[in-house]
């Protein structure tokens, strides 16, 4: 597998600017002839499919929801980070750029992450020109707060559902161009095969999940921004239909899978509240920690109401292990640190399992009313769920897998290793290295879908010269088959055991033994479980219905067979990356104060993994990471 990042030459400030002016640009007369396929339509597809179709492209636009505003984009609510400094703290591209790399404990591309942090402020311009109603201070700036990883106040925010005012941002760009025709909008369409030409991504095969018809699409590039793939573990805050089968199905046809290791644990989640009766959980913003502040009770077992123990009988642990940062460590720090208490016995609420975050101080500080101002619809769907008032109540939280910083490897290009196959967003591994800082997920989605994949598809459209071909093509015949075959094994098997019965199964798997914590004797025996799930899932699966109709059992049982093989591919990659860094976190390699403990000698690499065929282990490529603006330390938030 060749992995060329193709990395443009000269300063780190100065890469974006020669590659901007090196690409082959293509005439806006001829942009109207080449047809472009977009998969997914949240921030990083809705963004993608609305910029292309604004510069000409004639662009193909796929979502499995009844709509783009069911992105899950939605649900992302804390903010999104810039580098605009409104608040005078001494920020700057440079120190946004260095607190990533850092936050991603020293595991991504330097040009990629500088790249990032660069265009930042422009997606701040185009989501003001576009209405998004960020908050504002009294002088009539945007207003700015802080985030975990950081010291400096740069997430622009709209209260608590910043996720949802952005993806309107978008869904209004998007409409606008499906209203003139360069956009054409394929709703309740699940892409289930890439399929390549000569070894080029020339077109997909979709299911349209009302009528059950299973079609083929042809375009000059494809393009995925499809999300992450946290639903491995079942319960997630992830929504119900967040799934991996557009990455995993280009996987299988030679896409490099990049770091799958790489899943991060959210601190700030309702707990789960019992698991037979439980297919998510729900997110509480990682804003809340600007100012609700994170303790337990001192000693263990203390049953006590919350507001009836003493502040002197509580721990106020991250401010007591991390001074410099108190409650804003990043999300993997957080995460660790939670779990320690828990297994301490010293976790709160009827389970045992978690942590509280009390807004008693602020409010008492600032008053009632500001903390409804910046958090209210967060405190109401906290008390809608739990049945408790925040204002009056700490809220309990735990950490629940949430984002991916692993997914299918891009170069400098957003191009995978097949050529025409470009991947924006969370479905690429590119940004975030082994740890997402908050509010940066709407950052990456938006700035590859606004401002990087526009400029650097035409790069490829000019130099690959896709041919003229249409649907007749035999490998598009082909994948239809073989969609089709899958299908009908799908329905065939007539089990005993429910789809959703062999999901928790798989998550339970994933989350002992590839969660929070990681062991070479956790992943081994996880890699000796799947197996055996998987051959259990084909033999003795229920799917009922048929394939010519809305059925949501065969959605959900590709899903899940694609989510067994993906589990499988985590662990490989946990198991050989034989350090802690981030959200993997190897026990065995920890410092004595229980901190993730690199080893950048060995492992300073991106681990690319390659399919080799059903039932073979897969192949590991390496792309060395080099860090030349950045110093190779120990992370540090004390």
């Given at each position: 597998?060749?992995?060329?990042?193709?990395?443009?030459?000269?300063?780190?400030?100065?890469?974006?600017?020669?590659?901007?002016?090196?690409?082959?640009?293509?005439?806006?007369?001829?942009?109207?002839?080449?047809?472009?396929?977009?998969?997914?339509?949240?921030?990083?597809?809705?963004?993608?499919?609305?910029?292309?179709?604004?510069?000409?492209?004639?662009?193909?636009?796929?979502?499995?929801?009844?709509?783009?505003?069911?992105?899950?984009?939605?649900?992302?609510?804390?903010?999104?980070?810039?580098?605009?400094?409104?608040?005078?703290?001494?920020?700057?591209?440079?120190?946004?750029?260095?607190?990533?790399?850092?936050?991603?404990?020293?595991?991504?591309?330097?040009?990629?992450?500088?790249?990032?942090?660069?265009?930042?402020?422009?997606?701040?311009?185009?989501?003001?020109a576009q209405g998004v109603p960020f908050a504002?201070?009294?002088?009539?700036?945007?207003?700015?707060?802080?985030?975990?990883?950081?010291?400096?106040?740069?997430?622009?925010?709209?209260?608590?559902?910043?996720?949802?005012?952005?993806?309107?941002?978008?869904?209004?760009?998007?409409?606008?161009?499906?209203?003139?025709?360069?956009?054409?909008m394929y709703t309740r369409h699940e892409m289930?095969?890439?399929?390549?030409?000569?070894?080029?991504?020339?077109?997909?095969?979709?299911?349209?999940?009302?009528?059950?018809?299973?079609?083929?699409?042809?375009?000059?590039?494809?393009?995925?921004?499809?999300?992450?793939?946290?639903?491995?573990?079942?319960?997630?805050?992830?929504?119900?239909?967040?799934?991996?089968?557009?990455?995993?199905?280009?996987?299988?046809?030679?896409?490099?899978?990049?770091?799958?290791?790489?899943?991060?644990?959210?601190?700030?989640?309702?707990?789960?509240?019992?698991?037979?009766?439980?297919?998510?959980?729900?997110?509480?913003?990682?804003?809340?920690?600007?100012?609700?502040?994170?303790?337990?009770?001192?000693?263990?077992?203390?049953?006590?109401?919350?507001?009836?123990?003493?502040?002197?009988?509580?721990?106020?642990?991250?401010?007591?292990?991390?001074?410099?940062?108190?409650?804003?460590?990043?999300?993997?720090?957080?995460?660790?640190?939670?779990?320690?208490?828990?297994?301490?016995?010293?976790?709160?609420?009827?389970?045992?399992?978690?942590?509280?975050?009390?807004?008693?101080?602020?409010?008492?500080?600032?008053?009632?009313?500001?903390?409804?101002?910046?958090?209210?619809?967060?405190?109401?769907?906290?008390?809608?769920?739990?049945?408790?008032?925040?204002?009056?109540?700490?809220?309990?939280?735990?950490?629940?897998?949430?984002?991916?910083?692993?997914?299918?490897?891009?170069?400098?290009?957003?191009?995978?290793?097949?050529?025409?196959?470009?991947?924006?967003?969370?479905?690429?591994?590119?940004?975030?290295?082994?740890?997402?800082?908050?509010?940066?997920?709407?950052?990456?989605?938006?700035?590859?879908?606004?401002?990087?994949?526009?400029?650097?598809?035409?790069?490829?459209?000019?130099?690959?010269?896709?041919?003229?071909?249409?649907?007749?093509?035999?490998?598009?015949?082909?994948?239809?088959?073989?969609?089709?075959?899958?299908?009908?094994?799908?329905?065939?098997?007539?089990?005993?055991?429910?789809?959703?019965?062999?999901?928790?199964?798989?998550?339970?798997?994933?989350?002992?033994?590839?969660?929070?914590?990681?062991?070479?004797?956790?992943?081994?025996?996880?890699?000796?479980?799947?197996?055996?799930?998987?051959?259990?899932?084909?033999?003795?699966?229920?799917?009922?219905?048929?394939?010519?109709?809305?059925?949501?059992?065969?959605?959900?049982?590709?899903?899940?067979?694609?989510?067994?093989?993906?589990?499988?591919?985590?662990?490989?990659?946990?198991?050989?990356?034989?350090?802690?860094?981030?959200?993997?976190?190897?026990?065995?390699?920890?410092?004595?104060?229980?901190?993730?403990?690199?080893?950048?000698?060995?492992?300073?690499?991106?681990?690319?993994?390659?399919?080799?065929?059903?039932?073979?282990?897969?192949?590991?490529?390496?792309?060395?990471?080099?860090?030349?603006?950045?110093?190779?330390?120990?992370?540090?938030?004390?």
């Open positions: 597998m060749e992995l060329n990042s193709r990395i443009p030459p000269g300063p780190i400030q100065e890469k974006w600017d020669n590659r901007r002016f090196d690409v082959k640009l293509v005439n806006p007369a001829n942009k109207r002839r080449y047809d472009i396929i977009v998969v997914g339509s949240g921030l990083a597809g809705g963004a993608a499919a609305a910029s292309l179709g604004e510069l000409g492209y004639q662009v193909q636009c796929f979502c499995f929801q009844d709509s783009p505003r069911r992105a899950h984009s939605i649900a992302a609510q804390g903010g999104i980070n810039a580098a605009k400094d409104y608040t005078n703290e001494g920020d700057s591209i440079w120190r946004l750029f260095y607190d990533t790399v850092k936050g991603g404990d020293y595991r991504a591309r330097e040009a990629n992450v500088y790249r990032l942090a660069q265009v930042a402020n422009s997606i701040i311009d185009q989501c003001v504002r201070e009294y002088s009539g700036y945007l207003d700015n707060r802080s985030f975990g990883g950081a010291q400096v106040s740069r997430t622009f925010y709209a209260r608590g559902q910043t996720g949802q005012q952005l993806l309107l941002g978008a869904y209004q760009a998007l409409e606008r161009q499906v209203r003139l025709g360069s956009v054409r289930l095969d890439l399929v390549l030409v000569d070894g080029v991504a020339r077109g997909i095969i979709t299911r349209d999940l009302i009528s059950g018809e299973v079609q083929a699409h042809v375009g000059d590039a494809v393009v995925l921004g499809t999300g992450g793939y946290s639903n491995v573990f079942y319960l997630s805050t992830n929504a119900r239909g967040c799934n991996a089968t557009a990455i995993w199905r280009a996987y299988k046809r030679g896409a490099g899978f990049a770091n799958p290791c790489f899943t991060q644990i959210h601190p700030t989640c309702i707990p789960p509240h019992g698991e037979a009766a439980q297919s998510k959980l729900t997110l509480m913003s990682e804003s809340l920690r600007n100012d609700g502040r994170v303790w337990v009770p001192k000693q263990k077992g203390d049953a006590r109401a919350p507001n009836g123990i003493p502040k002197d009988e509580r721990d106020y642990y991250l401010e007591r292990m991390y001074p410099s940062f108190g409650n804003l460590v990043p999300r993997d720090v957080a995460s660790r640190r939670a779990k320690q208490m828990v297994d301490e016995g010293r976790g709160v609420g009827p389970s045992g399992v978690g942590v509280y975050l009390d807004f008693h101080d602020a409010i008492e500080r600032l008053g009632k009313d500001v903390i409804a101002e910046r958090y209210g619809n967060l405190f109401d769907m906290y008390e809608n769920i739990t049945g408790e008032d925040p204002y009056q109540v700490p809220m309990r939280i735990y950490p629940a897998p949430h984002y991916t910083m692993g997914g299918l490897w891009v170069d400098y290009n957003l191009m995978s290793n097949v050529p025409g196959l470009h991947v924006i967003g969370e479905a690429n591994f590119s940004d975030h290295g082994a740890n997402r800082l908050g509010a940066s997920a709407l950052m990456q989605g938006l700035a590859d879908g606004y401002f990087v994949l526009p400029i650097t598809i035409g790069d490829w459209l000019v130099t690959g010269k896709p041919a003229a071909i249409d649907a007749a093509h035999p490998a598009f015949r082909e994948a239809l088959e073989s969609v089709r075959e899958r299908t009908d094994m799908l329905l065939s098997i007539r089990g005993s055991r429910t789809v959703g019965d062999f999901h928790r199964e798989l998550g339970r798997i994933m989350w002992n033994d590839c969660g929070m914590a990681r062991t070479r004797e956790s992943l081994t025996r996880a890699l000796q479980q799947i197996p055996r799930l998987r051959d259990e899932f084909w033999n003795d699966v229920r799917v009922t219905g048929g394939a010519g109709t809305l059925n949501q059992q065969l959605e959900a049982a590709g899903r899940v067979a694609d989510f067994l093989e993906l589990g499988e591919l985590i662990c490989y990659d946990a198991l050989q990356r034989e350090e802690s860094c981030g959200g993997h976190f190897r026990e065995e390699h920890q410092t004595a104060e229980g901190e993730a403990l690199r080893d950048d000698e060995h492992f300073a690499y991106v681990a690319v993994w390659e399919y080799t065929g059903d039932g073979q282990a897969p192949k590991l490529n390496k792309e060395p990471l080099e860090f030349e603006y950045v110093h190779l330390t120990q992370r540090s938030y004390k």
